[in-house]
């Protein structure tokens, strides 16, 4: 069954699991931010400066713009994710429960994910833009015929972002820049009974909530930024944006075992958008050849555990989680085929957000690998369109839970051990429009 891939499914039942569905970029994370970048596997993106939207990855490349600058664009994301496996039923509370396969095919679902951009020339040093996008979403929808949904069957967040930038050019060869981050968020996780439970000779039916939580937040954070141009040729960015803490408020559901009845509840959830930095350069090889290439850090080892803070029911560990810093690796480069036709490619390696022990169903987190290709093309002076193709490659990836964590045998208890596999890729496909005034 499929979901919206926009929006980021982050968490499970509290106690019980955490759901998530394989992003474009590690963990929660979505690096979809512009068409043109897509075309080169977002290789370089801090020193790049094409258009408008390069100040979302870099706001300091606003000054390499000149005039006024809009750019508009929209990239749809096919997202093909599976897992499965096998729930041991003798390794719950009831023993008898026989072994049954736990299989969910493509659960992520399509979407398109916008974004726009607005840059302005102040003067010869000073460069001002707005931007509007998304760093981090996802979602995911098992189902409650999914044989492990005691482990989690769904969940969502979406995030949405809005940037205010300043870049000033301190000297002829360095520039800086900074901007502030608004951002919105809202999620919901749960997990119901599988039709195999501990509990179902007891009245506990297939579906029956387990736990469930929604709930939304604002928060701020910041950016800055600084590129080098070295020689006319030769350039380096560096890039860093904040952490911003997101305390989810809301509605909850929570089911007594003595009893089986659901409890509602009220209370919130903190999660953390890690911060991130980006290292970057860009090479005009020759008069039509360019290279640029990227390192990206993400500091996912703040992602410890999530813990649900509830307002009459006693407050509890949702899920540990024990995050890992990611990193990524991308190389692109650009031809200029002639005066109006541009064209762009790229691969980048992105490493997983957990260890081996620490993937669960339904965060499947694995390395990936991109594969993409672009071009621009100017229709006039002031007019360019931009298009972007990448295939991303999921690295097929072995899954066991429990983990040995009590969240997870509590989990394991309602309905077995889930031993089985994550597969997937991901296509990607980008337009944007730009417009120079």
Known sequence: MKTNKTLLSFAVACGLATVSSTASAAGFQLAEYSATGLGRAYAGE???ADNASAQWRNPAMLTYLEGTQVSVGAIYVDPNLDVEGNVDGSKALNP???KSRADSSDFANDAVIPNLYVSHRY???LAIGFALGTNYGMET??????AASHFGDEASIITKEANLNLAYQVAPTVSVGGGIRYVVGEGSFGATAPALNSAAHLGLKEGTTLKYMEGDD?????????????TQNHRVGLSYKSEVELALSGDAKILNPSNFQVLNDTGSMNLALPQTAELASFHQLTDQLAMHMSLNWTDWSSFKQLYADLNTLPSQTVKVENWEDNYRFAVGATYQVDSKLAVRTGVAYDTSAVSAK???ITIPETDRTWLSLGASYDFTKQFTLDGGFTYIIAKDAPITESRGYASDDAAQAVGGQFVGQTTGHVWLIGVQANYRF
Do not use: C, H, K, Y
Request: aromatic share 12%.
């Open 141 to 146: 929808e098992l189902g409650t015929g999914f």
């Open 46 to 48: 801090a020193a790049m």
């Open 96 to 98: 008898r429960l026989p």
């Open 123 to 125: 003067s010869d040093q």
């Open 358 to 360: 620490n993937r669960t």
């Open 218 to 230: 604002t928060a701020w954070g910041w950016q800055v930024g600084t590129a080098w141009q070295i």
